[in-house]
């Protein structure tokens, strides 16, 4: 193959390398729970270190964001976040109307310049 | 844990959610799926895309990582470091801290999905398409159905929301640059306030509220000790207090 050929092709590759890093844990923790019966304790503990993981995210998410968010005040994510959970709740739980709210609530108050 | 060997017709009774075969299963994982849950994976996914595009990749690259990765947070420091020249070692190292959930996320799921009798590698295989939203709706979910159902649920329902984040890959390369900044802020606060909205609909088990809680106040407080080990170091620390706390309150019988 020509070297415009392989170029073209090396970021599937580094792609890839980044899917191996993914898939090696999934795959590690296949093999690990075929050891660990369904009731056993050992679930609860690893079952409570992930949902901490994932809590830990989110909350850091809306509080200390990494990415675009970091354009926006703190004020106006929790608002947005604190708008979204009332109307979740109003509205019987319903996660979509949550969720769109939240995100309409953060749009409105981004592009209000003063806030 | 519900016994998975025991009188059919009590079993049967036993399960709150039937939807009497495996293939009416996997089709209530499809129909599961579209509302929120596509929605918000393809709304994630757009933010993607449109990375993907102003990092000079292609959108073949794009989807190619979606599919092959299926891991958000990894698949962004991936192009990002990508885009600055990182060696491919040090990409490695970030993508494999990034998604080292996946572990903890996996242990706690294939017990209530693996169905006693198929081949081992099937497991491996459907391990590809654990991720955290349909990670977090099947361990709600699927301990209501019985054994022989929750496999081919969440393969409908895992499979439906990777298509939507295809999708939204595709839109989010194609748009981008082209809807405002207000808009595409909104789109990004799709995804944490859906798991926020996700554990918050679910606090039925004292030992994961414990976590969520620990973890909550652990995440923000750690990660500015430690960008880097920040998001592990919640979890260990996080689910090791959570895990103690409802162990004593157990042992006291409350």
């Not at chain 1, 079952?47 to 968010?69: D, H, K, S």
């Not at chain 2, 190292?93 to 996320?105: E, F």
């Amino acid at each position: 193959m020509s070297d415009a050929g392989w170029e073209a092709l090396w970021p599937y590759g580094v792609v890839l390398v980044g899917a191996a890093a993914t898939y090696i844990w999934r795959a590690l923790g296949v093999a690990l729970s075929d050891r660990i019966r369904a009731d056993s304790p050992v679930l609860d503990f690893v079952g409570c270190i992930a949902y901490a993981l994932l809590a830990g995210l989110v909350v850091r998410m809306i509080i200390l964001p990494v990415g675009p968010l970091q354009a926006t005040g703190t004020g106006t994510r929790l608002a947005a976040a604190a708008v979204g959970t009332a109307a979740f709740f109003i509205f019987r739980r319903n996660l979509l109307l949550g969720v769109a709210t939240g995100a309409v609530v953060l749009a409105a108050l981004a592009s209000w310049p003063s806030l | 844990m519900k016994p998975i060997h025991s009188d059919p017709k009590l079993s049967a009774q036993s399960y709150p959610v039937d939807y009497g075969s495996p293939r009416r299963a996997a089709l209530a994982g499809v129909r599961e799926a579209c509302g929120a849950p596509a929605l918000v994976l393809g709304a994630s996914y757009l933010g993607f895309g449109s990375l993907v595009r102003e990092s000079g990749l292609s959108l073949g690259v794009g989807l190619f990582s979606t599919i092959s990765t299926w891991a958000l947070p990894g698949q962004v420091a991936l192009v990002e470091l990508y885009a600055l020249g990182a060696s491919v070692v040090a990409i490695f190292i970030a993508v494999a801290l990034t998604n080292a959930r996946m572990m903890p996320m996996t242990i706690t799921l294939m017990p209530l999905l693996r169905v006693p009798g198929r081949p081992r590698w099937w497991n491996y295989l459907v391990a590809h398409l654990i991720a955290v939203t349909g990670w977090a709706v099947a361990m709600i979910r699927c301990p209501d159905m019985p054994p022989a159902q929750r496999m081919p649920f969440f393969v409908g329902f895992a499979g439906t929301i990777l298509g939507a984040a295809l999708a939204g890959t595709v839109a989010g390369f194609l748009a981008s640059g082209v809807v405002p900044p207000a808009v595409s802020l909104g789109l990004v606060f799709v995804n944490p306030m859906y798991f926020m909205l996700l554990f918050l609909g679910d606090l039925r088990h004292r030992g994961r509220v414990l976590a969520l809680v620990c973890g909550a106040i652990a995440g923000p407080l750690l990660h500015l000790v430690t960008p880097t080990w920040g998001l592990l170091l919640t979890g260990v620390i996080g689910g090791v207090l959570a895990f103690a706390i409802d162990r004593q309150l157990r042992r006291r019988h409350v």
